[in-house]
């Protein structure tokens, strides 16, 4: 009985002591004059202006595409280190899982199908190429399909510039397989009504403005029958776990991002965004709203829920 | 507790009802909220058009593909079933299993003992793997079945067969026996199944026969335990009585 109290005291101050940790970590960075210039945040409701978050701090929605674009246009050169440094490399498992899971690409001995080859997959906020170039491995060497095409779209040039940099290695440059385009996942003007089969965001919808107008353009985009699929930071189920991960978010990978990337505010702004985004329940939530079939439970979590994959199937009218 | 014969009572009744009236609620454990459909109508359409393809395809994600297009989805589609394969062999286990209850009608008016009753229900359901053609397949099935991620959800599929079964068949026993008779009809009828995938016989008539040993073996294990346990308890008994009479207190 003692003990089981004495423990459990331990774990609540554990908690509380995170808790404190997180609500105190904005003001402990080191070199914030830069932040506080650049980032002062205007009144909210100013000129009747609508507000959004942008990591703990609230902005006019006007403001956040910007501050977006700042944050991705300085870490765009060192993601892949940064990535490998924050996640202990383990990122790149998630990725590999959620490509092989979706199994892009129709092998042409089964599919009988002379009228759609391949399939047409729309990933974005991909910028530097990391998903796009798992889909079209996988699509080419394990259904053996040569058809499958990617069209990277980033909001950011600078992401862009580093994944056509990064394609030039790979079988897909200058192949009408693989595609970059500049857009904004809420307008998605260049992209015609039911046309994509697979459309992916991996660690980018945290940071969209209006995520329910980002999901109802993936749902005017994609096919009858096409399948919205996001990888995403989410929140951890173990309460414990989750203790050591704030501590890990918030203390190490600031850090690590001033020493390694040589800019602290961008990545703290990254932990920010991750803490305020919807956890899985709110998140399929959405996903349903927006007219998406949701398979199962609607989500799985990876690594004990840091990372979640959602997806969404969009119905076929008149079929059911 | 009166439930037991009031559902043996509805039982009956429901037995007797013409199949063309369409049976909206189970009548047994939630007599006032029907269960919820066990698959969206897309995941039916995809499912029901994918077994057709098992035959010639196996469960693969390949039968689920083409059971997609067959829908009038795409081949992303079958991205709403995150177990693959094994959602399909799901399916064909739930389907079967809620089939049961309008394949098997028991005539009202005469007394078939409740073994005998089983024994059809389990003939039956085997039987329909015959009718769907997943016999054949159905190897492949097992072995998605005992992966170690889905062994639970298989056992889960595999205890609510048997306690279909002895339901319909009106067992109402409340003792101990309840899970006994479950987990035994469990074991016959997959081992059945085993058997089954490898018979060669015109009409399954081997299989027919394994099942028919299976269950003596268990009536007469039943049998031999109930002996034992009853001598246990006798001799018990004895035992204390004569060291009472020795003067020991106990």
Known sequence: MNVSTSKLLARRQLLLSARAAARREPYRCFSCSIRHEQQTPPPPGENGNRTTHFGFETVAEALKEKKVATVFSSVASSYDTMNDLMSLGIHRLWKDHFVRNLNPGSNPLTSRSPISPGWNILDIAGGTGDIAFRMLDHASTLNHDAHTRVTVADINPDMLAEGRKRALSTPYARTPRLDFVEANAEHLDMIPDASIDLYTVAFGIRNFTDKDAALREAFRVLKPGGVFACLEFSKVNSALFDAVYKRWSFGAIPLIGQLVAGDRDSYQYLVESIEKFPSQTEFRDMIERAGFLVPGKGWEDLTGGIAAIHKGVKPVEGMI | ?250
Do not use: C
């Open chain 2, 1 to 250: 507790m009166a439930t037991p014969t009031r559902l043996t009572r509805t039982l009956i009744r429901s037995s007797l009802r013409p199949l063309s009236k369409p049976i909206t609620a189970r009548h047994y454990r939630a007599h006032d909220s029907p269960p919820p459909a066990p698959f969206t109508p897309a995941e039916s359409a995809i499912l029901s058009a994918a077994l057709s393809h098992v035959p010639a395809n196996g469960f693969t994600s390949t039968a689920l593909r083409l059971g997609a297009r067959d829908a009038g989805y795409l081949d992303a589609s079958t991205n709403l079933f995150p177990r693959g394969a094994f959602d399909l062999v799901n399916y064909h286990l739930v389907t079967q299993r809620l089939a049961l209850k309008d394949a098997v009608q028991f005539p009202a008016g005469e007394r078939i003992g409740v073994g005998k009753k089983v024994r059809t229900l389990a003939l039956a359901r085997l039987r329909a793997n015959e009718e769907v053609g997943v016999v054949g397949r159905w190897g492949e099935a097992l072995a998605l079945m005992v992966q170690p991620t889905l062994v639970p959800a298989s056992l889960a599929e595999l205890a609510r067969l048997a306690d279909e079964m002895w339901f319909l068949a009106g067992d109402t026993a409340v003792d101990s026996s309840w899970y006994t008779k479950r987990a035994s009809l469990a074991t016959v009828y997959s081992a059945t199944e085993v058997f089954m995938t490898q018979d060669q016989s015109a009409g399954f008539k081997d299989t027919e026969r394994f099942l028919d040993a299976r269950l003596e073996d268990v009536m007469r294990v039943g049998g031999f335990l109930g002996g034992v346990g009853e001598w246990v308890g006798y001799t018990g008994h004895s035992v204390v009585n004569v060291l009472r009479s020795k003067g020991v207190r106990i």
